[in-house]
């Protein structure tokens, strides 16, 4: 069965403090590990999409990694606005039960004091 | 441009009632999924739809269920409510759904 687990569940940061969230999946095959963010009581908002091994993507201070296995999400210098819960979602090979079922993680719930 | 939009946003209902969710997707977008989430979890997926046709399902009972309508909105229904029904109710919508996915505000129901 398809399986995301990130970790760790929580992580209380300094402002300018760097530090990485982890995504390790299992999966029959990888379509796409996607990267989102999500603030008390809204939806999920889309980061990222990685697609193989090896894949980098940036935007301000987020840079998401992929390997075989895992995914990280690196946050450099932290500001408080970067608080949140970040989410990671696999989506399977695409098969007739897999068709658009991207599987989440619990999540890491990210704060970043002044 | 407008994104995903639900309504309502927020939802009170009694055991047993039945209620009704919607969403419309971002122009151009043919797919919609629905997930629920629940206080300190990730969204579990509910329902995948495409061109108006069901494409998945998750591990729901049959009191939920959904339908997409020819301009690509969709509703989720759930049946015969439950108190453990109550959670945040997420659309999302896709170009055609095995691509990355765009999320609206939710709605927030409460069983009481």
């Known amino acids: 069965e398809d399986q995301v687990t990130q970790s760790p569940e929580a992580l209380r940061l300094q402002e300018g403090e760097s530090s990485s969230l982890n995504c390790s999946y299992t999966?029959?095959?990888?379509?796409?590990l996607f990267w989102y963010r999500q603030d008390p009581g809204k939806g999920p908002e889309f980061l990222f999409t990685?697609?193989?091994a090896g894949e980098e993507k940036e935007k301000e201070r987020l840079k998401a990694t992929l390997t075989k296995k895992e995914s990280f999400l690196h946050i450099t210098a932290p500001k408080p606005e970067d608080s949140a819960t970040y989410l990671c979602?696999?989506?399977?090979?695409?098969?007739?039960?897999?068709?658009?079922?991207?599987?989440f993680g619990a999540g890491t719930q990210v704060v970043v004091t002044p | 441009d407008a994104g995903v939009t639900q309504s309502p946003t927020h939802l009170i209902k009694t055991r047993g009632q039945h209620v009704t969710l919607r969403c419309s997707p971002i122009?151009?977008?043919?797919?919609v999924s629905w997930y629920q989430q629940v206080l300190g979890q990730g969204p579990q997926f509910i329902f995948q739809?495409?061109?108006?046709?069901?494409?998945g399902r998750g591990n729901f009972p049959d009191r939920f269920s959904a339908r997409q309508f020819p301009n690509y909105s969709s509703e989720l229904n759930v049946n015969a409510l439950l108190l453990g029904d109550s959670a945040l109710y997420l659309c999302a919508s896709s170009l055609n759904g095995n691509t990355e996915a765009f999320f609206g505000q939710g709605t927030r129901l409460t069983v009481v």
């Open positions: 990685l697609y193989s």
């Open positions: 979602a696999v989506h399977p090979t695409v098969t007739t039960d897999s068709w658009g079922k991207f599987q």
């Open positions: 122009s151009g977008h043919k797919s």
């Open positions: 999966v029959s095959g990888l379509r796409g």
């Open positions: 739809y495409y061109e108006k046709e069901e494409r």
